[in-house]
């Protein structure tokens, strides 16, 4: 007899869930309903029984609402939250390898296991993409309730950070957006940090990985950038 799969309200109730699209969300219960009693699915199958685009996986990874394996494997992140199987009806997933590298925090939630034994938001993190048009779908997370232009600019950084997500909360990182928002208008922002992954490169040149970074290194990327130009040479960030 089939396993009931039950959903916490306070999952996907919250605003987090709720500014997700329609079809992301979709595609969170079809993976809940398919699940085994571990939380674990492959989500391939599951996509091509409805129809579901991978930028839908790719939001439900970006806000981690599911955690992905280099199996390819994914884990509902919530999923003890959301159910508690009897022992004598609970069968233990297949997947034992990507089990062991998770850990159970205090809410019951899974979160990755580093190398060192301790919990670790960030060992497993996707680099995952999304398209334009899904990504004007998706609210990113928001430190105090503005708009998603902060978001969208921390979203830029991924070329070079591919650990962005946990950027999106950091009141520093959301306030040096803000300020450079500010002084250099969103198009030559954009253009600052899609230059980034060619300035990175350049040696002796301070690196920027973070909004924060860049901030604190505009100073020394003019100064370098009239360095260059003082010698003819193509100039690093595009400021």
């Not at 508690?84 to 899974?110: F, P």
């Not at 921390?154 to 950027?167: D, R, S």
Request: glycine residues 6%; aromatic residues 8%.
């Amino acid at each position: 007899m089939a396993q009931r799969r039950l959903f916490s309200q306070a999952i996907v109730e919250s605003d987090a869930f709720l500014d997700m699209p329609i079809s992301s969300q979709a595609l969170y219960f079809h993976l809940g309903m398919h699940a085994d009693d571990d939380g674990f699915v492959n989500p391939k199958k599951i996509m091509r029984l409805i129809g579901a685009p991978s930028d839908d996986l790719n939001v439900l990874l970006t806000k981690r609402f599911v955690l992905r394996f280099e199996s390819g494997v994914i884990v509902i992140k919530h999923w003890l939250i959301h159910n508690t199987i009897r022992q004598d009806r609970y069968k233990e997933t297949l997947y034992l390898e990507e089990k062991s590298s998770l850990v159970v925090k205090e809410n019951k939630a899974y979160t990755e296991l580093a190398t060192n034994g301790l919990p670790n938001g960030n060992q497993m993190e996707p680099q995952v993409k999304l398209s334009k048009d899904k990504l004007r779908q998706v609210k990113l997370p928001t430190a105090s309730g503005e708009g998603n232009e902060v978001s969208e600019i921390i979203f830029l950084f991924k070329e070079v950070n591919p650990m962005i997500q946990k950027l999106y909360g950091s009141p520093p990182q959301r306030k040096a957006v803000e300020r450079m928002l500010k002084v250099f208008g969103r198009e030559k922002l954009e253009t600052m940090i899609k230059s980034l992954p060619q300035v990175n490169k350049k040696q002796y040149w301070p690196k920027s990985t973070t909004p924060v970074q860049l901030e604190n290194n505009i100073a020394t990327y003019k100064a370098k950038n009239e360095e260059e130009k003082s010698k003819g040479n193509i100039i690093g960030l595009a400021i």
